[in-house]
Nanobody, 125 residues
Framework: QVQLVESGGGTVQAGDSLRLSCAASGRAFSIYTMGWFRQVPGNEREFVAAVTSTGITTTYADSVKGRFTISRDNGKNTMYLQMNSLKAEDTAVYYC??????????????????WGQGTQVTVSS
């Protein structure tokens, strides 16, 4: 089991940047695909981005492509989400998660095994 802790959320203006971090402890971090999801109250959890265990392959939701960058540092057991050109519609609680089975869909939250507690990102227009 992996324990995940997100940090870096906050309140910013539209057009600003934020970098989220996800620190992992427990089982070997480097074996997992890692993902970022976000959720607004009353809505389903939405895929944002994912990175494979080696960090070589990344996947993004169309809504964040070109603005967000996902990365990981396996030596530090940490994953990051650099968010640039933030928009009001990016406002949500952001969660990081791990996925062990590489054959399952990366964008489906039900395929992820462990979740952090979330960090709030609020973008004011």
């Amino acid at each position: 089991q992996v324990q995940l802790v997100e940090s870096g959320g906050g309140t910013v203006q539209a057009g600003d940047s934020l970098r989220l971090s996800c620190a992992a402890s427990g089982r070997a971090f480097s074996i997992y695909t890692m993902g970022w999801f976000r959720q607004v109250p009353g809505n389903e959890r939405e895929f944002v981005a994912a990175v494979t265990s080696t960090g070589i392959t990344t996947t993004y939701a169309d809504s964040v492509k070109g603005r967000f960058t996902i990365s990981r540092d396996n030596g530090k057991n940490t994953m990051y989400l650099q968010m640039n050109s933030l928009k009001a519609e990016d406002t949500a609680v952001y969660y990081c998660a791990t996925k062990l089975n590489t054959y399952l869909s990366t964008t489906n939250p039900t395929n992820y095994n462990s979740w952090g507690q979330g960090t709030q990102v609020t973008v004011s227009s």
